[in-house]
């Protein structure tokens, strides 16, 4: 079984910075992309950023200069440092992971439980 379990939001002033953090745990044989997804009310879940297993980064053009996405292979982390915070960044958050476990011969999709990150003043 895998688990993956974000961390870091919470409430933060327009301007701001937040740093999210996700945890992958488990049986985890490898992992390939990671990324960051977000669900504002009301709208559909958007891709915010990914990073592959070498370290290439994509970014959504509204979060590009403002987001930077890291991962730790040895750790099985992905982080998502977010800075200049708008009140339209508000959402949850989730972690997302293609993840091969050890009882499989390919990688599937695995998600977060998701955090709220609110921008308000």
């Known amino acids: 079984q895998v688990q993956l379990v974000e961390s870091g939001g919470g409430l933060v002033q327009p301007g701001g910075s937040l740093r999210l953090s996700c945890a992958a745990s488990?049986?985890?044989?490898?992992?390939?992309?990671m990324g960051w997804y977000r669900q504002a009310p009301g709208k559909q879940r958007e891709l915010v950023a990914t990073?592959?297993?070498?370290?290439?980064?994509n970014y959504a053009d509204s979060v590009k200069g403002r987001f930077t996405i890291s991962r730790d292979n040895a750790k099985n982390t992905v982080d998502l440092q977010m800075n200049s915070l708008k009140p339209e960044d508000t959402a949850v958050y989730y972690c997302?992971?293609?993840?091969?476990?050890?009882?499989?011969?390919?990688?599937?999709?695995?998600w977060g439980k998701g955090t709220l990150v609110t921008v308000s003043s």
């Open positions: 997302n992971g293609a993840i091969r476990t050890m009882t499989s011969s390919y990688a599937i999709n695995y």
């Open positions: 488990g049986s985890i044989f490898s992992i390939g992309t």
């Open positions: 990073i592959g297993g070498s370290g290439s980064t």
